[in-house]
């Protein structure tokens, strides 16, 4: 049993003994630095069961728990808040028991399943610094589920059709003369992405013409040849023209190659794909019935309509008079393919921008309208968007900060930085590279992860790789001092070392690998990789405070040196378990 709970059960049995009152939960925090004591229960809640002075029933509780648990050797209360001190014997039992179990804090797989998406890109330009922060949340968020002892399923719809894969694929044809990934040397995902730029630069300068002609600038936008060829492209893609057909299966292979390299480079995978071209069509059938059973109506145009206002929203669109499918009609039908192709899950989160909120509160009520009983279960895991000391980035204009870029931009500033600390005799050139990759990317993770998903980021790829503070490298860097703590004490027996008088630097680390259940199962609970960076970065912060003011191998016993050797190399593993989550590396060297 973790301490809060084992606090709770005892305070919970002192309040029917000494008020006869029922106390339904108990809130704690941690001790200030500047009060005596290991955790602090906050008494001022409890004030709604019982009534009278907060001082006088902290104290009550405080000698209670003193004389009842072992484990509280001591109290005192300030003002509301009764502030607990712990044995010795306590924390070590609950350092044993961590030590005991090498998946400490990670729970077993359950049955309960659940779907979560995320990336979807389109199809025409290459993956950039806004596709990292959706990638980046939905991969970590399905790693802590899974920690959480969810069974996950990761999937993306790829968005392979519309009128923007046209743009790309007829600016090719008008402008690519044959240039290929091979002829070219660029990734597929960048050659298309080109073209697509290359569409935007056309079509404004025949605006421009157009407008110069006379035309007025809507006109001129709606005219322009470009435009209308590429409509005529979308038209004849979606009758099968043969031609077009293959040009598009040609140019979504190339970019397809250039999407695995990066998510590969990014170290993150998907369970199942999903291609828009075999899914604009899902819905239609879902829509008849949800006529059939009242939930849709027809307007006299023969458009049909979900009428939300009950619920505060408007009416919403699910398929046009002419029977063509929305957005939403998509959408609808989609989750419900999911959810026969993987029976077993009971709800789904998309990783998905925070200007799409008012999309997703409607999805969810229309499927919860049409009576299935998993879309209770439906998250939408909304975020900020990642801004840039130039400002916005705009892909048709060629102003984003491509990925692949950005990448190997932290990797070459992550080994200049460690070159400088020069600790890495003995690495090949190729060691040293893959290690820069590691450290290059821990910090572009965790300076995206670090952060609450809804709000904003001003990415500062400079500040990502700082060796101090709350960075990445910092942690990955901790946790290198201690394997190499560890390499030292190689030799060394590390089973069940006796137990030893507790430093107050000792008794701080092990309250914090006590907290590492609670971050998992917390961060679960919101969908936060923050809750995660936060906590292995307060775990390293005590580690390091303990290393800088506890020798390790000056220790007065063996008994001593084989607790503090264990205990860093306890803390070592939840570091990394803590990485892992992140999608960070935890190299062995730094």
Not at 306 to 323: A, F, H, N, P, Q
């Amino acid at each position: 049993m973790d301490l809060q709970s084992l606090l709770t059960t005892h305070i919970q049995a002192a309040f029917k003994s000494l008020y006869q009152a029922e106390l339904s939960e108990v809130e704690f925090q941690a001790t200030r630095k500047e009060f005596e004591g290991d955790i602090t229960v906050v008494v001022f809640p409890m004030l709604r069961v019982v009534k009278g002075n907060p001082v006088a029933i902290g104290e009550a509780l405080g000698a209670y728990l003193e004389a009842e648990l072992p484990a509280v050797t001591g109290f005192n209360v300030i003002k509301g808040f009764l502030n607990l001190s712990l044995s010795d014997a306590y924390f070590y039992e609950a350092f044993e028991t961590i030590t005991e179990n090498p998946d400490f804090g990670h729970e077993p797989q359950g049955e309960d399943a659940v779907i979560v998406e995320y990336s979807s890109p389109n199809t025409n330009k290459p993956l950039h610094l806004g596709h990292i922060r959706n990638i980046l949340l939905g991969y970590s968020v399905a790693e802590i589920l899974k920690a959480a002892g969810k069974k996950v399923y990761k999937t993306q719809i790829i968005n392979d059709r519309g009128i923007h894969i046209c743009k790309s694929m007829l600016a090719w044809k008008l402008f690519g003369e044959g240039e290929t990934p091979e002829t070219s040397g660029l990734k597929g995902d960048h050659l298309v992405g080109k073209y697509y730029v290359k569409f935007d630069q056309e079509y404004k300068a025949q605006q421009k013409e157009l407008v110069a002609a006379g035309k007025s600038e809507s006109e001129a936008k709606e005219q322009a040849p470009l435009l209308l060829e590429a409509q005529q492209m979308l038209r004849k893609w979606e009758a099968g023209d043969p031609e077009t057909v293959e040009l598009w299966k040609t140019m979504n292979g190339w970019v397809y190659q250039g999407f695995d390299a990066t998510y590969e480079a990014l170290g993150v995978d998907f369970d199942t794909l999903y291609y828009e071209s075999n899914t604009y069509l899902l819905g239609k059938e879902n829509i008849e019935e949800g006529l059939a059973k009242g939930v849709f109506f027809k307007k006299e145009d023969g458009s049909v309509w979900c009428d939300l206002t009950e619920e505060g929203l408007d009416e919403k669109l699910v398929l046009r008079s002419d029977g063509t499918a929305v957005y939403m009609t998509q959408d609808i039908g989609t989750a419900i393919q999911r959810i026969k192709d993987m029976p077993d899950a009971n709800g789904m989160i998309y990783t998905v921008g925070n200007e799409q909120d008012y999309h997703f509160k409607v999805l969810f009520l229309i499927l919860k309208k049409l009576g299935y009983t998993w879309a209770e279960n439906l998250f939408h895991l909304s975020y900020g968007m990642v801004d840039l000391p130039s400002g916005k980035m705009k892909s048709r204009e060629g102003t984003v900060v491509d990925a692949d870029d950005l990448i190997a931009e932290m990797a070459t500033t992550a080994g200049a930085i460690a070159s400088e600390l020069g600790k890495l005799d003995g690495y090949t050139d190729a060691q040293k590279q893959a290690l820069y990759q590691d450290i290059g990317l821990g910090a572009l993770k965790y300076y995206i992860l670090k952060v609450d998903p809804k709000k904003r980021i001003l990415f500062d790829p400079e500040a990502s790789v700082d060796f101090q503070g709350n960075t990445g490298p910092f942690i990955q860097y901790t946790y290198a001092r201690i394997q190499a703590i560890l390499r030292k004490a190689a030799t060394m027996d590390l089973t069940a070392p006796a137990a030893v008088a507790l430093t107050e630097k000792e008794r701080a680390v092990i309250k914090e690998l006590q907290n590492y259940p609670v971050a998992v199962h917390l961060a679960a609970a919101q969908h936060s990789p923050a809750l995660i960076a936060n906590y292995v970065y307060d775990l390293v912060k005590a580690y390091n405070s303990f290393f800088q003011n506890v020798p390790i191998f000056a220790a007065d016993s063996p008994e001593q040196l084989r607790f503090r050797v264990t205990l860093s190399q306890t803390v070592g593993n939840t570091i990394e378990k803590a990485l892992n989550l992140l999608g960070i590396a935890a190299p062995e060297r730094m």
